[in-house]
């Protein structure tokens, strides 16, 4: 499973194996200023929609891209049974490949936490 560390004033995703098969990357690095908004969701399954490069199994596994010909591009990596995070991004500052990055993580809820410090602290 993905993990997720907030360091300074960036975020830092880093991916597993198969993760890092279906996402295409090993990790994705991002100011904490392209985080638009930064929130726990308990289904992080449903979020992923559109078009997609990567793995779905129903109800079970979500990896790759979603939103390939339309709608926001997501990266994502959730999994049944465990929370999630959903960041909303500026596509601009956080690289300009996503509009969303979608995980499961049983922490969560203390890295959504620690995101929403980060970002009330730059304001």
Known sequence: MATV????????IRFTGWERFWTGRERLTMPVAAV?????????????????????????VK?????????????????RGEPGLHLVLDRALAGGEFD???????AASGIADTIGRAMAARR
Do not use: C
């Open 100 to 106: 969303e990055v979608v995980l499961s993580s049983p």
């Open 63 to 79: 990896i790759g891209v979603w939103g390939l010909f339309g709608g926001p591009r997501q990266l994502v990596a959730a999994r």
């Open 5 to 12: 560390t907030v360091v300074g004033k960036l975020v830092d």
């Open 36 to 60: 638009r908004h930064g929130s726990l969701v308990a289904d992080p399954l449903r979020l992923a929609r559109g078009a997609r490069r990567g793995i779905a199994v129903s109800g079970v």
